[in-house]
């Protein structure tokens, strides 16, 4: 499906994982039934969004049907 890496302390963990993982950088990935979360290591030079390349690759999903939807939310807020 997909998979994203966010840092420990954005997600909202019960408290014997925060501790666990706090300052820690967590992949999470969607199995279709699972969210699998894995702590990873990433590399200092690179950003989240440069972690987050390639996540959605494989989903019938363009940058024009973002767009899109990016427009109807738009419109939807001038009315």
């Known amino acids: 499906m997909g998979s994203v890496i966010l ?19 967590l992949r999470i990935v969607d199995e279709g039934d699972r969210l699998v979360i894995t702590p990873v290591q990433v590399k200092q ?8 390349r390639g996540m959605l ?3 019938d999903y363009s940058t ?12 939807m807020e001038l009315v």
């Open 45 to 52: 030079d690179t950003s989240i969004i440069e972690s987050a």
């Open 7 to 25: 840092q420990a302390d954005t997600l909202n963990l019960p408290s014997v994982f925060a501790r666990r993982y706090h300052g820690l950088s």
């Open 64 to 75: 024009e049907d973002f767009m899109r939807e990016k427009q109807i939310e738009k419109d």
């Open 57 to 59: 690759k494989g989903l």
